[in-house]
T-cell receptor, first 113, second 115 residues
Framework: QQQVKQSPQSLIVQKGGISIINCAYE??????FPWYQQFPGKGPALLIA?????SEKKEGRFTISFNKSAKQFSLHIMDSQPGDSATYFC????????????FGKGTLLTVNP | ETGVTQTPRHLVMGMTNKKSLKCEQH?????MYWYKQSAKKPLELMFV???????ENNSVPSRFSPECPNSSHLFLHLHTLQPEDSALYLC??????????????FGPGTRLTVT
């Protein structure tokens, strides 16, 4: 019930391409879905987040798509750049444990120049 | 200082040593967290403090002992660790309200190596 499944585990994209990372959750009480970006040697940093009252949120080159009925959400990185190379984590929280984030296992994104 | 800070950034300790990790948040948040991040594993939540009260202990071995003296500071006391405890230890903070979830802000982590 508390799992968040993330795929793919790793992704290689050419510069200028679109990177897509997918997550699926089971707990229908989740109401907050953030994405974190982590560079080597750094802590995760909040990238973008969405709540289930909208199906899409866009910030610059980063877009979250949310499908409540399918219990899935995804991160799209448009015009991917080598500087986007990092590990990306999806997460979810809500219900009786709104203070606690459940994380996916992460996706290592490599953007080739 | 801004955000969430952690000290030390790197720590090498023997299995019989006692050391402490420190975390400080400058965001006025009311909740603080300790996570363990190992290679090829998801972030593992270890402890949660809401308003200085421990509300979560995810079956963490007693060789890890948290302390939260106030809402801005969090410590993780370490003793008689095992080599498998080597990992990146991350601190985070957030503002928790009754009916809403809010983002967590992470520190840079302490890279711990147990020899």
């Amino acid at each position: 019930q508390q799992q968040v499944k993330q795929s793919p585990q790793s992704l290689i994209v050419q510069k200028g391409g679109i990177s897509i990372i997918n997550c699926a959750y089971e707990n229908t009480a989740f109401d907050y879905f953030p994405w974190y970006q982590q560079f080597p040697g750094k802590g995760p940093a909040l990238l973008i987040a969405i709540r289930p009252d909208v199906s899409e949120k866009k910030e610059g080159r980063f877009t979250i798509s949310f499908n409540k009925s399918a219990k899935q959400f995804s991160l799209h990185i448009m015009d991917s750049q080598p500087g986007d190379s990092a590990t990306y984590f999806c997460a979810a929280s809500g219900g009786g444990s709104n203070y606690k984030l459940t994380f996916g296992k992460g996706t290592l994104l490599t953007v080739n120049p | 200082e801004t955000g969430v800070t952690q000290t030390p950034r790197h720590l090498v300790m023997g299995m019989t040593n006692k050391k402490s990790l420190k975390c400080e948040q400058h965001l006025g948040h009311n909740a603080m967290y300790w996570y363990k991040q190992s290679a090829k594993k998801p972030l593992e939540l270890m402890f949660v403090y809401n308003f200085k009260e421990q509300t979560e202990n995810n079956s963490v071995p007693s060789r890890f002992s948290p302390e939260c003296p106030n809402s801005s500071h969090l410590f993780l006391h370490l003793h008689t660790l095992q080599p498998e405890d080597s990992a990146l230890y991350l601190c985070a903070s957030s503002q928790v309200a009754r009916d809403s979830s809010y983002e967590q802000y992470f520190g840079p982590g302490t890279r711990l190596t147990v020899t």
